[in-house]
């Protein structure tokens, strides 16, 4: 099972989302692999910064990645895919791995998100491989701002699902991220774990339960 975290834009989420999402599953017991698709090495410079981590961390940000990246998930019961800041040939090669895309947006920049270029690669995937899924997922969101059923909308019009659980800015995650720490590790009953919680139990219901994603059916969060 991979699920990757892409984005052109930068900032969006993309690394502490990944990171966290593969803690929770890590925490459920699981085995997890991080793997590393921008340049810039966050995920890997979170890692060095720790003795040893829940999940294994490794660097693969090559543009021809899927290839190696298909062959070590083998080994996981789940690949979370940390992806790079642009729409280049790296990011194509993680959406070709992927079993579902998760695409952080900021409720700022929900105006353009249907013509970007990394949703354009998404769908272009999707006609070749038709069972990869995505969606994407309301980050950084202040307060207690409703971004309501009006975005909901446009993103179906637009062909892509939003998550139902949106992912507050919360200063948690930053400290967390600084201090090399997961966020179950630095704020364990915080809302910023629980939104995690109930954002990875979204997506697995997505991918493994074949819960439809944009109807009306309630994903299993227990
Ligand atoms: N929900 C959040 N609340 C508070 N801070 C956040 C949140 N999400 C991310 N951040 C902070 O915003 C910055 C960018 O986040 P992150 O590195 O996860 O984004 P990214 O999409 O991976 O960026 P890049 O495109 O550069 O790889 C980091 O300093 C991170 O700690
Ligand atoms: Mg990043």
């Known amino acids: 099972m991979i699920i990757s975290f892409l984005n052109q834009k930068g900032g969006v989420g993309?690394?502490?989302?990944?990171?966290?999402?593969?803690?929770?599953?890590?925490?459920?017991?699981?085995?997890?692999?991080?793997?590393?698709?921008?340049?810039?090495?966050?995920?890997?410079t979170w890692a060095s910064l720790r003795?040893?981590?829940?999940?294994?961390?490794?660097?693969?940000?090559r543009e021809n990645?899927?290839?190696?990246?298909?062959?070590?998930?083998?080994?996981?019961e789940y690949t979370i895919i940390d992806g790079p800041p642009h729409a280049?040939?790296?990011?194509r090669s993680c959406i070709v791995a992927s079993d579902f895309v998760v695409l952080p947006i900021e409720p700022s920049g929900l105006s353009t998100w249907a013509s970007d270029l990394t949703v354009r690669q998404v769908?272009?995937?999707?006609?070749i491989k038709e069972n990869l899924k995505c969606g994407f997922v309301v980050s950084r969101k202040i307060g207690k701002t409703v971004i309501g059923r009006e975005?909901?909308?446009?993103?179906?019009?637009?062909?892509?699902?939003?998550?139902?659980?949106?992912?507050?800015?919360?200063?948690?995650?930053?400290?967390?991220?600084?201090m090399g720490k997961t966020?179950?590790?630095?704020?364990?009953?915080?809302?910023?774990?629980?939104d995690i919680k109930q954002l990875t139990k979204e997506i697995?219901?997505?991918?493994?339960?074949?819960?439809?994603?944009?109807?009306?059916?309630?994903?299993?969060i227990a």
């Not at 003795?51 to 940000?61: R, Y």
């Not at 280049?88 to 990011?91: C, G, K, L, N, S």
């Open 51 to 61: 003795e040893d981590s829940p999940f294994q961390v490794i660097s693969l940000a």
């Open 151 to 178: 975005i909901r909308t446009m993103a179906g019009e637009a062909g892509i699902p939003v998550l139902k659980t949106d992912i507050e800015q919360r200063v948690s995650y930053a400290e967390s991220m600084t």
């Open 14 to 44: 993309k690394t502490t989302l990944s990171i966290n999402v593969a803690a929770y599953l890590a925490g459920q017991g699981r085995k997890v692999l991080l793997i590393d698709a921008d340049k810039q090495g966050s995920s890997n």
């Open 123 to 127: 769908r272009d995937a999707q006609i």
């Open 204 to 220: 697995i219901s997505y991918v493994e339960e074949d819960v439809q994603l944009g109807t009306e059916a309630e994903p299993a």
């Open 88 to 91: 280049e040939t790296i990011a």
């Open 183 to 194: 966020i179950f590790e630095w704020a364990p009953t915080s809302p910023a774990s629980n």
């Open 65 to 76: 990645m899927a290839k190696d990246a298909l062959k070590l998930a083998t080994e996981f």
